[in-house]
């Protein structure tokens, strides 16, 4: 049979100070996978990426708010609707980052599969290469 593994990492940041989850991401850059950091405190997420930028993250928390902060690194963009979504996609390919990642999670998980179609048929049936990047939910 084929062997499974852990292939990333998910590290949320929720709050409870920096230094905790620097320490956490640390741990992470030890395992050697993969790392999502979601984390949408902007010095939070600068203190973790230092810890790991050799590892080459995705930094899953840029919106509309912060992404400006937050461009330079391969980007998990999330919105309250996709329309603002679609909105961020073009401020940032207009700022020259095209390493990105749609979130596209919504309230319940009907929400989250709807959005994830979408967003797909968007990108194929309509040719919208905006919608074309990977999602994460």
Same mark, same amino acid.
């Given at each position: 049979?084929?062997?499974?593994?852990?292939?990333? !990492?998910? =590290?949320?940041?929720? %709050?409870? %100070?920096?230094?905790?989850?620097?320490?956490? +991401?640390?741990?992470?850059?030890?395992? @050697?996978?993969?790392?999502?950091?979601? =984390?949408?405190?902007?010095? /939070?997420?600068? /203190?973790?990426?230092?810890? =790991?930028?050799?590892?080459? #993250?995705?930094?899953?928390?840029?919106?509309?708010?912060?992404?400006?902060?937050?461009? &330079? +690194?391969? !980007? &998990?963009?999330?919105?309250?609707?996709?329309?603002? !979504?679609? @909105? !961020?996609?073009?401020? $940032?390919?207009?700022?020259?980052?095209?390493? $990105?990642?749609?979130?596209?999670? *919504?309230?319940?998980?009907?929400?989250?599969?709807?959005?994830?179609?979408?967003?797909?048929?968007?990108? $194929?049936?309509? %040719?919208?290469?905006?919608? *074309?990047? #990977?999602?994460?939910?």
């Amino acid at each position: 049979g084929e062997r499974m593994f852990v292939e990333f !990492l998910f =590290c949320s940041y929720i %709050g409870n %100070g920096v230094d905790k989850y620097v320490e956490l +991401v640390k741990k992470a850059v030890a395992a @050697d996978r993969a790392i999502i950091l979601e =984390c949408w405190d902007v010095e /939070a997420a600068k /203190a973790a990426l230092e810890v =790991c930028k050799d590892t080459k #993250p995705i930094l899953d928390g840029a919106t509309l708010e912060n992404w400006e902060a937050m461009n &330079g +690194v391969t !980007l &998990g963009l999330y919105a309250e609707n996709l329309s603002d !979504l679609y @909105d !961020l996609v073009k401020k $940032l390919e207009e700022a020259g980052n095209k390493n $990105l990642v749609l979130d596209v999670t *919504g309230k319940t998980a009907k929400e989250t599969l709807a959005n994830a179609v979408i967003v797909r048929r968007t990108a $194929l049936k309509d %040719g919208d290469r905006s919608f *074309g990047y #990977p999602s994460i939910s």
